[in-house]
């Protein structure tokens, strides 16, 4: 006896050790996800807090100007992206560019002069074009204009890296813009590659235009063939004009009235008037003076920025309406205060401005945003220039006598509350919509960042998978648990349970390269044989009710093995005949039939992924539920059996309610899995984040777009951040999901644990 009891005890003992050593190890596993599901969710929040961050500007120097900078007044400035070297136009004709040094105290002085050229003699007017093409012009008393472009270089020497400024100046300067040598008082031009265009207004109020061009062959400019010029024909004005302004590629001048803007465009060698639009908006009465005082090109030259006398700018843009497009205004940019507008500096390259004020506060504002990305005051009193460097990290301002200079940090204007969830009015189109479109070909692009449409995608791909799926997967686990024979369940369940094995990337591919090719060509067919096959299944239940007598009692679990060949005969049945019906009813084409009528059809739509991601999310809708019937205890239904209920009353009202938090967990977990899926939308969809519940479109999903565009978005860009809140939103809908239903699930548990 002794000998047992020490035997038992060591057994004990080990055991005891064993069942610790195993808690230890998976209270350690539970511990270690909840860690790691916390720093992934700390890691997404600091990855995504930056795009909400304001923008910030702060002082990075003050210099005094000289008694000789003071002696002509500035009418242009410029800086480099290090904020190490700038230029300014005088009013006599000078082009100076200046090095800043390293601020040491609260003022240093501008002396230290690299670099001074003389453009022209007794200028008359001065216009710098459009804010990213940095080309500078004068125009004499003879009617010339004088183009130039300041250029930043450096060289490196034995001392380290030296600025180097230079300037290039148009190639046949100067420009005869007005043939009788008359003075040009306004004027306005552009210059590219291969077209540069000048207009002008001289002394007597004639316009005067004049284009340049170099010669094609072949469809091709030369490099290096000569600029060819030509007079263009400029339309006569019966308002006054206040201002004017050219668009880049020298097609469009927009004329500034005191009430109106005028739009010309260039057809041949003249500009013809297309429209002229009223400077007063909707709200304002008619005997409200509205009077504008300034044009400015916005980034990419699409729209146009009105300053006008009332403190108000607003921007307008060409919108395509009826098949015409009308200049049209978009949105108004108002402060609170009614302050005026004292200066208008356009972003480099984003679509936005700065607004300062005769106050001294500066705002940013950016185009699509809710209101001012900045707001700051800088001084008492408003700059009479300012500019900043191309890479808009760093702003300039010219005061009677100092230029201040000010690092910016704006690193994620274009995203704000309105530009996620709101419709926005993006240049190019004829209304306010939802738009996700991350990258473009083009440098003037503009990204939009929607949520809205990929949030509606992922919704829609899970609704459409959850119709397909629920009904076959909650059926099919009724019967599999509560009427099938034992001898058949035995192989159904492993071999559904098996369909979640299957990886999803051969699902989608499937999907998009087998499936939705037959659909496309079968759409009828397809359509039909959906709407009529539980007419066809009823049918025969009811045809097997007739004859179950005949074939005895042995079989009657097996009935589910009759429906093979009758669903296998339909489908052939419909593939012989859909055509013929196709061609009598719908003309031969259904899915011209659709076009017609302002449908579209994608052949990889939203149909296709209901199938595909239906058919992975079964198995596990399926096997949770099926689980859940199958464990009701028997006694209940036996006892609603004797109490004298049908076998299906027993089903509904006893065993169904009994499993329901059960079959809502399953539920609620293909919910899950249906809108996380990535690999199957990916493949099986046109990826087109387009808002519209027709099933026969595509769409693109939260996870699908991160699984596309993460690779090519550049890190730590808006595009870059967006695509991880997408992720944080994609993590937290599905815990609110989960959260949810656990919530459901308890109360129902709760509610029907008597039985």
Not at 395 to 420: E, F, G
Not at 475 to 484: D, K, N, P
Not at 548 to 571: D, E, K, N, S, T
Not at 742 to 748: G, S, W
Request: glycine share 6%.
């Amino acid at each position: 006896m002794a000998q047992n009891d020490t035997f038992f005890q060591q057994r004990d003992k080990r055991r005891w050790v064993t069942d610790r050593v195993a808690s230890s190890i998976i209270k350690l596993g539970g511990v270690s996800v909840l860690v790691a599901l916390l720093l992934l969710i700390f890691y997404l929040i600091v990855v995504i807090t930056p795009i909400f961050s304001p923008a910030t500007m702060e002082p990075a120097g003050q210099y005094r100007l000289s008694d000789d900078a003071l002696t002509s007044p500035i009418v242009a400035l410029g800086v480099d992206d290090d904020g190490r070297t700038a230029f300014h136009f005088t009013q006599d004709g000078w082009l100076v560019f200046s090095a800043l040094p390293t601020m040491k105290k609260p003022y240093s002085s501008l002396n230290e002069l690299l670099f001074k050229s003389k453009l022209v003699d007794d200028p008359v007017a001065f216009r710098a074009a459009e804010t990213s093409s940095r080309w500078y012009g004068y125009s004499d008393q003879h009617g010339f204009i004088y183009a130039a472009q300041p250029k930043f270089s450096s060289v490196f020497t034995q001392n380290g890296r030296q600025a180097a400024p230079s300037f290039i100046t148009f190639a046949n300067n100067p420009i005869p813009l007005d043939p009788e040598g008359m003075a040009i008082t306004q004027f306005d031009f552009s210059i590219q590659s291969h077209d540069a265009t000048f207009v002008g207004i001289n002394q007597q109020g004639q316009w005067q235009a004049l284009r340049y061009y170099k010669a094609s062959q072949f469809g091709e400019q030369a490099v290096g063939s000569p600029w060819q010029s030509t007079r263009l024909t400029m339309p006569t004005f019966n308002q006054p004009v206040r201002d004017f302004i050219l668009m880049p590629n020298g097609d469009t001048l927009y004329v500034l009235h005191p009430e109106s803007i005028s739009v010309l465009k260039r057809h041949q060698q003249r500009f013809e008037l297309r429209e002229t639009v009223s400077l007063l908006s909707s709200e304002q009465s008619k005997t409200v003076s509205s009077q504008g005082e300034k044009l400015t090109l916005l980034s990419g030259a699409y729209s146009v920025l009105v300053t006008q006398s009332d403190g108000v700018v607003s921007q307008w843009f060409d919108v395509l309406q009826n098949g015409e497009r009308h200049f049209s205004r978009i949105r108004s940019f108002e402060r609170s205060d009614d302050a005026n507008a004292a200066l208008i500096l356009p972003d480099f390259y984003r679509k936005g401005f700065f607004r300062f004020d005769s106050s001294g506060r500066v705002d940013n504002y950016f185009t699509t945003a809710d209101g001012p990305v900045l707001s700051q005051t800088l001084s008492q009193q408003a700059p009479l220039l300012a500019a900043t460097s191309s890479n808009e990290k760093v702003l300039i301002a010219a005061y009677p006598k100092q230029w201040n200079v000010y690092h910016v940090d704006m690193a994620h204007p274009d995203i704000s509350v309105k530009a996620l969830w709101k419709k926005v009015w993006y240049e190019g189109y004829p209304e306010p919509e939802f738009i996700w479109q991350s990258t473009s070909a083009s440098n003037d692009f503009e990204a939009k960042f929607s949520l809205v449409p990929i949030a509606f995608g992922t919704l829609k791909s899970a609704l459409f998978a959850m119709l397909f799926a629920v009904p076959i997967a909650i059926c099919g686990a009724i019967y599999t648990a509560y009427f099938m024979t034992p001898s058949m369940r035995r192989y159904v369940k492993p071999t559904v349970e098996l369909m979640e094995a299957l990886p999803t990337v051969i699902i989608g591919f499937l999907a998009g390269l087998w499936l939705a090719p037959i659909v496309e060509l079968n759409l009828l067919n397809t359509i039909l044989f959906l709407l009529l096959l539980p007419v066809v299944i009823l049918l025969a239940a009811f045809m097997w009710h007739l004859t179950r007598r005949q074939f005895g009692a042995q079989y009657q679990g097996w009935v589910a093995l009759f429906l093979i060949p009758v669903v296998v005969l339909f489908g052939w049945l419909i593939s012989l005949y859909g055509h013929q019906f196709e061609s009598w009813v719908f003309g031969g084409d259904v899915r011209f039939f659709l076009a017609q009528w302002g449908g579209d059809f994608d052949q990889r739509n939203a149909l296709i992924v209901g199938f595909a991601m239906g058919f992975a999310v079964i198995p596990t809708i399926f096997t949770i539920a099926e689980d859940a019937i199958f464990s009701v205890p028997k006694h209940l239904s036996d006892g609603a059996s004797a109490l004298g209920a049908t076998p299906w009353q027993c089903l509904t009202t006893v065993v169904l309610v009994t499993a329901s938090p059960g079959i809502f967990s399953a539920v609620m977990m293909g919910l899950g899995r249906a809108v996380g899926e990535t690999m199957i939308v990916l493949m099986a969809t046109g990826n087109t984040p387009v808002m519209d519940w027709n099933i026969f479109e595509g769409m693109r999903t939260l996870s699908a777009n991160i699984a596309i565009e993460m690779p090519e978005s550049e890190v730590g860009s808006s595009h870059f951040r967006l695509l991880f809140l997408s992720a944080f939103l994609l993590f937290a809908f599905t815990f609110v999901v989960n959260s949810l239903a656990e919530l459901i699930r308890q109360r129902l548990r709760d509610k029907y644990s008597a039985l």
